[in-house]
């Protein structure tokens, strides 16, 4: 599998179909927390690729800010649209979206829908290391 940029991928023969598949932009907004949303976890490495054809393609990187916070990330996706006789949605695209940071637990990894013209809002939860030989020793 050949890790490539937003930018590499749109040189390729792959980026004219695709475009065509999803000519529309979605939206992803990312917040990551711990305690329940009760704290901001800044500087959280995101990144969203999607695997097409041999190449898994790198459309965004970047880190939560202050407030544990990415917005705005724009994503090609299909058109967005309602049934409302059949209560169906149009198509989505799919999305692997990794968040990474430094003594917090696992790395974490989600897929992500996304929809043309539509924000989508994805949580993240994540766990603080916990030194335990510094509370066995009562220096906690």
Request: net charge negative; proline share 6%.
């Amino acid at each position: 599998m050949n890790l490539m940029t937003h930018e590499e991928f749109m040189q390729t023969n792959d980026y004219a179909q695709f475009i065509a598949e999803n000519p529309d932009i979605g939206y992803l907004k990312v917040m990551a927390f711990t305690a329940y949303q009760a704290v901001p976890i800044p500087e959280v490495e995101i990144l969203i690729t999607k695997q097409i054809g041999e190449n898994n393609v790198l459309f965004f990187r970047g880190y939560t800010d202050a407030s544990g916070i990415i917005d705005n990330i724009p994503l090609p996706a299909p058109p967005s649209g309602y049934n409302p006789i059949s209560h169906q949605t149009s198509n989505y695209i799919l999305y692997e979206l990794t968040a990474i940071r430094i003594n917090y637990g696992a790395i974490k990894k989600y897929t992500v829908g996304m929809y043309g013209g539509i924000k989508t809002i994805q949580y993240i939860k994540m766990i603080p290391n916990v030194d335990l030989k510094g509370v066995e020793n009562g220096n906690s």
